[in-house]
């Protein structure tokens, strides 16, 4: 099993060598992979950092820990980080953060190994911005949080935050009036 992880992380470094490949982990390599080694304290040559997620505003998170990543939905950069639980300010399902908070959007999810067994959990945010006045404004920033089943207190939770790319009904009418391309074709 640890042969296997080892090998896991040599490949992992190997395509972070090379420019052009992708950083892209499923949830499931997620949790196994990444997050039970780090919360058992085995050695982890991952990429990936641990900060104080909640003492830093997303809009400013830096640059050289994100990873490029192409879906269905262009190419977006994601940042993944290790959070210690002791770092969470949980408020009424709201995690207090600077410039603003992060909001539970939704109920979590299993994550599931093989056979069909929970590893994990998956819990989604949403960021809102807050005002000197204590308005809030929702952005664009979402935060999809990993911990560990059955286990009450894990050190460590594992965050992939990134941007969601959203286009209003009203961007749309004003890109088809100011380009002649024809978007039903």
Request: proline residues 5%; hydrophobic residues 30%; contains cysteine.
């Amino acid at each position: 099993m640890e042969n296997m992880r080892s090998i896991y992380r040599d490949h992992v470094s190997m395509i972070l060598s090379h420019p052009g490949m992708e950083f892209r982990p499923t949830e499931q390599e997620l949790v196994y992979e990444f997050l039970i080694p780090k919360n058992s304290g085995e050695y982890l040559n991952d990429h990936i950092n641990e900060v104080n997620l909640y003492g830093l505003n997303p809009f400013d998170l830096p640059q050289t820990d994100s990873f490029t990543y192409s879906g269905r939905r262009g190419t977006q950069i994601r940042w993944y980080y290790y959070v210690a639980t002791a770092s969470i300010n949980d408020q009424d399902g709201k995690r207090i953060s600077v410039g603003g908070y992060w909001k539970k959007k939704g109920c979590g999810i299993s994550v599931e190994g093989n056979g069909g067994v929970v590893i994990g959990a998956k819990r989604s945010f949403v960021f809102y911005a807050t005002d000197s006045v204590g308005g809030a404004i929702r952005t664009n920033w979402i935060m999809q949080e990993f911990s560990l089943f059955r286990n009450p207190e894990p050190p460590f939770v594992l965050c992939r935050l990134y941007r969601r790319s959203t286009v209003s009904p009203v961007e749309v009418m004003d890109l088809r009036q100011g380009d002649d391309t024809n978007f039903d074709e």
